[in-house]
């Protein structure tokens, strides 16, 4: 069971903390509900130009005092930025731990946002654009969505364009702060040796003089898709393919099945069966895997691989041949029981990290309100059968209903 300590502030701000006693290190982070798809169209990379502003400069500490505040005591501090949410986090010797609560407090609350230090972030961010328009594995990843979610926020790329990166003001910073920072839908979330009583009290201690910020705001939802089939020829030696298309949302009741039926088909596991059947039986790819990422809303299906330009064609065929399968084909008693302990263990070890853990509690509170437990997880999957599985199958892995992206060389 696992076992964390919720406590509300009077601003609204969550404290979620996790006692971990064999533990030296104490990793923590302010998790915000906020993302890419809240950006206006005008604003679109702001959210992630935040994230790295945030280094960059408070009322109280210029850029290099940030950086140097963690890392002259052996820690680290970072952050990222998704679709929908903003997350700054360190990792310190729990010593330290108070040190790196009152920076965290100071970069989310007190950035400035120097004109000069945009100036500067701006062409690390291009030069961030750049290094990912070189790696066409990572770049047709981030344009699919455009493929799937086209004409919505969430199929803006994260990073923004050029053009709205090298326009952003300090006033654009602050606009969008004012119009989606709500403390009610924000967590502080710690896994440390510390007791929850002390980690109360340096929340009341550096986070009371926040005031209570609250903002309504409206998601706009995702509604109407068409699939779409797009080549693009790049400079490149190798093709590129992501197929894929929308997905459950996050709390739809169907999402653990449908991650398991993901896992089978082209989890982490070298024995998928995209693996096995691209891989290790056909030698047509190096990697091929298979993705399922959920947001409020609506969920993304997608399958990555990389071929030959001349097996493309095949490679497909063989994806596609995969696909059917689970469509008609259920699961045997001894394949589905090897599925259900595989996810099981995968889940068990990914909550081994302490510093993913303490990610995945804050973000749990955020988009549920609870955190459920790896044996209520684990009840779930045991309660799935080849018949629902199937069923799952033919709602979402229809042929009529994939989305196509390839890059191939030029």
Known sequence: MLDYNIHTLPNGIRIIHKQVNHTKIAHSGFIMDIGSRDELQQEQGLAHFWEHMAFKGTAKRKSFHIINSLESVGGELNAYTTKEKICFYSSVLDKHFERSFELLTDITFRSIFPE?????????????????????????????????????????????????????????????????????????????NWPFEKVVKLAEKYLSGIPTISRKRDRMPFLNYEPKAITLEKSISQAHCVIGCPAYALNDDRRIPFFMLVNILGGPGMNSRLNLAVREKHGLVYTIDANYATYIDTGLFSIYFGTEKKQLKRTTSLVLKEMKKLREKPLGSLQLHTAKEQLMGQLAMAEESNMGLMMMLGKSILDQNKVEPLNEIFDKIKSINSGHLVEIANDVLREDQLSYLNYVPQ
């Open 116 to 192: 000069k230090e945009i100036e500067k972030e701006r062409g690390v961010i291009l030069e961030e654009m750049a290094m990912y328009l070189d790696t066409p594995e990572e770049a047709i990843v981030d344009e699919f969505d455009n493929v799937v979610f086209g004409g919505h926020p969430l199929g803006n790329n994260i990073l923004g364009s050029k053009e709205s990166v090298s326009g952003f003001m300090k006033q654009d910073f602050l606009n969008f702060i004012d119009r989606n920072l709500s403390t009610d839908t924000m967590a502080f979330c710690s896994v440390s």
